[in-house]
């Protein structure tokens, strides 16, 4: 059987055209406010839907949640709480203005962002809070939004994973005062690498147009601290086809990890589950387990790349083991989750084999 990799672009020639035609006409980038013609149209589609009055496309996610605190005045002094359960994109972007991160801890049955512990963890320095809608799952933005509001907090949602997961409906992205998504190549849909944050809020969304241009509103005149954040027309023409079929590959992903779990029921594992108001995208589909590293090795062995996100939390790392976290459920889950493949390449052929070769691999050692 040829190898199952964890993530992979869902292209077509459409994609190959409308970069082509990028490249005929020969306007690659604008600098402009408003930006080329392809980023509006992707504007245009993420917030339609999103379900926000507003969409800025930037050149990476990191790029995205970075800019979302730089537009909201976050430095030195600062505190931002985060879980330490994330891609340490989240964590950097605190750090590189200048902010303290505090970590809360996750909860162990959907591993994203515990309120009871965010609740613990404020101090009269705390400014944003970042939720991570982790693997596609949806942190409880009722209660988190309860909490930033009582605290007079933020919400900047990084929904770098959750590109098309609902609670009652709405989309991720659009509970906050921001939302932040990733387009790198392994995401739910991708140009390669690619941001967007989405908003209801204008003057928001006007600082962040002009924080992703250098800080520039029109002519050579630098209004705000900026940077040059802009999502190139050639990014932007992958996006958009990509967008036209997100909901394609939202049906795809869901088809394989229903498959996956009607097939894992009954072992010894913990498998995911959406509430009856959450749907998720299914970006990864993640158990946990006693045999997590066994289970991984033989997966690997066979040529499937079922892969652990992430097995160093945040806090463990050089950097970040400065400012010390106790996040028990955290050490937990890093020992125990494990991501499968589930991306709409992955076949029926492929969602059988991986499940009985957990299956054999389980069924000899318990
Ligand atoms: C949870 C999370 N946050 C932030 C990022 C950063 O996004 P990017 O790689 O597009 O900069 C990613 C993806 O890589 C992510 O998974």
Known sequence: MKKIPIGKPFFDKREISEVRKVLEEGNLTNSSFKGGSKVREVESMMHKFVGTKHAVALN???????????????????????????????????????????????????????????????????????????????????????????????????????????????????????????????????????????????????????????????????????????????CAAIAKIQMEKVKKILQIRRKNANALTRMLEGLDITLPKEDNNSNYNWYLYTIAMKNRDMVTKKLNSVGIGATVYYKTPIHKTSLYSIYGASVPNTEWAADHVLSLPVHPSVSVKNVNYIADTIRKTLGSKQ
């Not at 605190?94 to 162990?108: Q, R």
């Not at 942190?139 to 900047?156: E, G, P, Q, T, Y």
């Not at 944050?197 to 050579?220: C, F, P, Q, S, V």
């Open 60 to 234: 990476s996610g990191t790029a995205a949640l970075h800019a979302a605190l730089l537009a909201l005045g976050i430095g030195k002094g600062d505190e931002v709480l985060l879980p330490s359960f994330t891609f340490l994109a989240t964590a950097n972007v605190v750090v590189v203005t200048g902010a303290t991160p505090v970590f809360v801890d996750i909860k162990k049955d959907d591993y994203t962002m515990d309120p009871d512990d965010l609740e613990e963890k404020i101090t009269e320095n705390s400014k944003v809070v970042i939720p991570v809608h982790l693997y596609g799952h949806i942190a409880d933005m009722r209660r988190i939004k309860n909490i930033a509001d009582k605290n007079f907090l933020h919400v900047v949602e990084d929904a770098c994973q959750s590109l098309g997961s609902t609670f009652n409906g709405k989309q991720t992205g659009s509970f906050g005062d921001m939302g932040c998504f990733s387009f790198y190549a392994s995401k739910v849909i991708t140009s390669g690498e690619g941001g967007v944050i989405t908003t209801n809020n204008k003057e928001l969304a006007d600082r962040i147009r002009m924080i992703r241009n250098h800080g520039i509103l029109e002519g050579y005149d630098i209004k705000i601290p900026g940077l040059n954040l802009r999502m190139t027309e050639i």
